[in-house]
């Protein structure tokens, strides 16, 4: 049975690190939350480390500038450790071809500018178009704000009769700007293996990001006998990531699924919060209804 908490501080002194998720719980696309920036700064004031855990689609340099703009402070956190450079390593290391469509908006175009270091001077990648593509990479639809999955329908339909594979680069599948609710790769990818065609993931929950966040934490001397906590309001990759993963998690459930438990997004009523979980068959060990 989940531990509802009211503040971080209530459990966090049992962590060395957290793997904090970004999207409804350091902020909601449009600006920062003041608590929740409060809670991670005076957890890193006591000495504990903060890996901002994220599935974006960019590598972390543009991840940063974003917090940045946004008014995120940099003594909120150590590392942004961000799905796009698992997959963009996967991508480098030529998972789905060395000639790839990139379906997604202009602002993930340094998901292939910003080579990694480890892949100066290797063999590169090259963007076609689809029609001479090997596969694809998807950051997200060409038009967040307006497409929906199933216009990508007849394309897809092609690609996989093609039999061109899917590089999902964040498998995240919406999330809310502001209050507005988008989608995002995850959703078209999943679309694309409804259909039968084949998709590569490396964001949350998926393995590789933690494989990533956990030799960052490394290099900044934390190391493998460290206690992580997982924090996210995504229960199929926050939640479902930490536990695949062995670690504790916090559930914010005032995020993604904010409706389903209550009329005060603060405060989750414990039945609700637990049959829901039951349903999905997650059990974390704490939740809280905003991150403060």
């Known amino acids: 049975m989940t531990r509802i ?6 459990v966090s002194a049992s962590y060395d690190a957290l793997l904090c998720d970004l ?14 920036v409060a809670a991670l700064q005076a957890y890193r004031a006591g000495g504990g ?4 855990l994220t599935n974006a689609p960019r590598p972390a340099k543009y991840v940063t500038g974003t917090l940045d703009r946004m008014g995120v402070p940099k003594d909120a956190y150590d590392l942004v450790v961000s799905s796009g450079d698992a997959a963009q390593d996967a991508m480098f290391a030529g998972a789905v071809g060395r000639r790839v469509w990139h379906l997604g908006p202009e602002k993930d175009n340094g998901f292939f500018t910003e080579v990694p270091p480890e892949w100066q001077g290797q063999a590169g990648i090259e963007l076609v178009p689809f029609e001479e593509a ?6 997200g639809p060409f038009d967040e704000m307006n497409e929906v999955p199933e216009d990508y329908r007849p394309r897809f339909l092609l690609a996989k009769t ?20 988008i989608y995002c790769a995850g959703a078209l990818a999943a679309l694309y293996e409804d259909m039968g065609g084949e998709a590569l993931y490396f964001g949350k929950p998926h393995p590789p990001i933690y494989d990533l ?21 995504g229960i199929n990759t926050d939640v479902a ?14 995020g993604l699924a904010a409706g389903q438990f209550g009329s005060d997004v603060e405060h989750p009523e414990a039945d609700l919060l637990e049959a829901w979980l039951a349903a999905r068959q997650h059990d974390p060990q704490f939740s809280i209804g905003r991150l403060r």
């Open 241 to 254: 990531g930490g536990e695949g993963e062995g670690m504790d998690v916090l559930f914010v459930t005032g």
């Open 49 to 52: 480390k903060v890996v901002l």
């Open 213 to 233: 966040a956990r030799r960052r934490l490394a290099e900044i001397g934390v190391g493998e006998e460290a206690r992580l906590l997982a924090i996210g309001d």
């Open 23 to 36: 999207w409804g719980c350091l902020h909601n696309g449009v600006a920062p939350f003041p608590a929740a």
């Open 5 to 10: 908490i009211s503040s971080l501080a209530e």
């Open 162 to 181: 093609r039999g061109l594979p899917m590089l999902c680069a964040n498998p995240d599948v919406v999330v809310d700007l502001g209050d507005r609710r």
């Open 134 to 139: 090997e596969g694809i990479v998807c950051t």
